[in-house]
């Protein structure tokens, strides 16, 4: 059972990256996905989520427009697309699941680096 984030990288100010969330070992497309992001000495923050039909999604206020979220359940993958990113946007970012119900499935995270 795992996830595992890809992507992230050094990007300049108002680049653009796609994150990808590979999930295995459970049933992926019977649960919902999140995306959070963490900087050092800050909490971990929720960025994105989607529904587990990919027919909801909903967005921090600080990404909205920017950033998109989607899913393929055939391949389980979930995904955050960024566009205009911004020094802020500096984070670990990470995938989660609520799995198994009432605990939390978490990747290693990925670092996106926005430069000035």
């Known amino acids: 059972v795992q996830l595992v984030e890809s992507g992230g990288g050094l990007v300049q100010s108002g680049g653009s990256l796609t994150l990808s969330c590979a999930a295995s070992?459970?049933?992926?497309?019977?649960?919902d996905m999140w995306w959070y992001r963490q900087t050092p000495g800050k909490a971990r923050e929720l960025v994105a989520?989607?529904?587990?039909?990919?027919?909801?999604?909903k967005y921090a206020d600080f990404v909205r427009g920017r950033f998109t979220i989607s899913r393929d359940n055939a391949k389980k993958m979930v995904y955050l697309e960024m566009k205009s990113l911004e020094v802020d946007d500096t984070a670990l970012y990470f995938c989660?699941?609520?799995?198994?119900?009432?605990?939390?499935?978490w990747g290693q995270g990925t670092q996106v680096t926005v430069s000035s």
């Open positions: 989660n699941a609520h799995y198994p119900p009432g605990y939390h499935l």
């Open positions: 070992g459970f049933t992926f497309s019977t649960y």
């Open positions: 989520s989607i529904n587990s039909a990919g027919s909801d999604m």
